[in-house]
T-cell receptor
Framework: QKEVEQDPGPLSVPEGAIVSLNCTYS??????FMWYRQYSRKGPELLMY????GNKEDGRFTAQVDKSSKYISLFIRDSQPSDSATYLC????????????FGAGTTVTVRA | GAVVSQHPSWVICKSGTSVKIECRSL??????MFWYRQFPKQSLMLMAT?????????EQGVEKDKFLINHASLTLSTLTVTSAHPEDSSFYIC???????????FGNGTRLTVT
């Protein structure tokens, strides 16, 4: 079983829709949670960085962490074609030098 | 925001030659840098962890003599692919963080093609 599970999709939504992305993790010791956006042939770009359970909002992006159920989510409101990318969830493992465990990534296409 | 610069963005080399990739943290000091490899439509695969001033730690299955990593300063790490072969063709991405509780920031990757 992978430490971080993420549905690879692909996910296709019309412009303006809410994009909902989810991951689950298996290790309750995981501490920090991140969402990255990766465009084709580019490095991942940090979107959200959270520690506590709860919501964190940044513009059109909302990250949600539920440590009790080991579930993390990313919501993108008012999606735009420029949001079309692969989204990766990740978490740090304190017992492994805080290295990141990544999900498989979800490919999202926002249709104009 | 934190910027990690990686060069070159793409390189083509002949089989048997060596290639060096540079990774710099431009506006923060990176105590730890990580090197990843990514195959098409797959997630990132950690190759090695590099702490400034000490030897890199390689993940299982990664040949340390083929992938030489140097982290000579708090802002620069290099990955040298020695005696490259076509199977080493891939997308290599570096990342850096300021401390263990800091987020990881990535470079834009280097696409290596070995002919």
């Amino acid at each position: 079983q992978k430490e971080v599970e993420q549905d690879p999709g692909p996910l296709s939504v019309p412009e303006g829709a809410i994009v909902s992305l989810n991951c689950t993790y298996s290790n309750s010791a995981f501490q920090y949670f991140m969402w990255y956006r990766q465009y084709s042939r580019k490095g991942p770009e940090l979107l959200m960085y959270t520690y506590s359970s709860g919501n964190k909002e940044d513009g059109r992006f909302t990250a949600q962490v539920d440590k009790s159920s080991k579930y993390i989510s990313l919501f993108i409101r008012d999606s735009q074609p420029s949001d079309s990318a692969t989204y990766l969830c990740a978490s740090t493992n304190p017992s492994n030098d805080y290295k990141l465990s990544f999900g498989a990534g979800t490919t999202v296409t926002v249709r104009a | 925001g934190a910027v990690v610069s990686q060069h070159p963005s793409w390189v083509i080399c002949k089989s048997g030659t060596s290639v060096k990739i540079e990774c710099r943290s431009l506006d923060f000091q990176a105590t730890t840098m990580f090197w990843y490899r990514q195959f098409p439509k797959q997630s990132l695969m950690l190759m090695a962890t590099s702490n400034e001033g000490s030897k890199a730690t390689y993940e299982q299955g990664v040949e340390k003599d083929k992938f030489l990593i140097n982290h000579a300063s708090l802002t620069l790490s290099t990955l040298t692919v020695t005696s490259a072969h076509p199977e080493d063709s891939s997308f290599y991405i570096c990342s850096a963080r300021q401390g263990i509780n800091s987020p990881l920031h990535f470079g834009n990757g280097t696409r290596l093609t070995v002919t």
